[in-house]
């Protein structure tokens, strides 16, 4: 079944340490999105990448960095400079479309991330 | 700047009946989408229903219905004969120009249904 793939399911960080979420998804969509979510939220953009080798910032890019080298993946990484980084992760894709197209964006079932 | 505001953070309704969930949106571009999501206490993204700024009629899809009233810049969410199943949080969500295909999200409304 096509869909988007999210792993691990939980993660623990130690002080200082840098640790990545994998995001794989087999939907063949160009586009595809991080968001974070904090309890009671609603999710808020930190990073979102219309096409392999480009990303563009969200809301909320600080602390945290990408990568798209293949259309399939867009894996997240949480950096030590990211104080506060208790929260759950959702990744998304789409087609690309146009900005008032109906497709929606398609969710992985999230990361919970926790510091140790 | 684009802005989704949901002002219910709970709502309480009984088998059977029909609730509305608020959500008002600011945007400066003629053309955007508006969805909405549910979020069950399990955490995954379950699209419900979208409305285009360029749709005529309101968008139903099932039990799901979207009030859209444009000038107003409302898009509310209307379940009939809700189900104990419903019970989970909902995300209005936008979708204009300024940031590619990404979305916008309120900040939610807690659905809960009693029996």
């Known amino acids: 079944d096509g869909g988007i793939t999210q792993s691990p399911k939980y993660l623990f960080r130690k002080e200082g340490q840098n640790v990545t979420l994998s995001c794989e998804q087999n939907?063949?969509?160009?586009?595809m999105y991080w968001y974070r979510q904090d309890p009671g939220q609603g999710l808020r953009l930190i990073y979102y990448?219309?096409?392999?080798?480009?990303?563009q910032k969200g809301d909320i890019a600080e602390g945290y960095s990408v990568s798209r080298e293949k259309k399939e993946s867009f894996p997240l990484t949480v950096t030590s400079a990211q104080k506060n980084p208790t929260a759950f992760y959702l990744c998304?894709?789409?087609?690309?479309?146009?900005?008032?197209?109906?497709?929606?964006?398609?969710f992985g079932d999230g990361t919970r991330l926790s510091i140790l | 700047a684009q802005k989704i505001t949901q002002t219910q953070p709970g709502m309480f309704v009984q088998e059977k009946e029909a609730v509305t969930l608020d959500c008002t949106y600011d945007?400066?571009?003629?053309?955007?989408?508006l969805f909405w999501y549910k979020q069950p206490s399990s955490g995954e993204m379950i699209f419900l229903i979208y409305?285009?700024?360029?749709?005529?009629q309101n968008a139903t899809e099932g039990r799901y219905s979207l009030n859209f009233q444009k000038a107003r810049k409302s898009a509310n969410l209307v379940i009939s004969a809700s189900q104990l199943g419903d019970s989970a949080m909902y995300f209005c969500?936008?979708?204009?120009?300024?940031?590619?295909?990404?979305?916008?999200f309120g900040k939610g409304t807690t659905l809960s249904v009693s029996s």
């Open positions: 998304a894709s789409s087609t690309r479309g146009r900005t008032y197209s109906n497709q929606p964006q398609h």
């Open positions: 945007t400066s571009d003629p053309s955007y989408g």
């Open positions: 990448s219309q096409i392999v080798n480009d990303f």
């Open positions: 939907l063949n969509h160009d586009a």
């Open positions: 969500a936008m979708r204009d120009g300024q940031a590619g295909t990404a979305l916008i």
């Open positions: 409305q285009g700024s360029y749709d005529q």
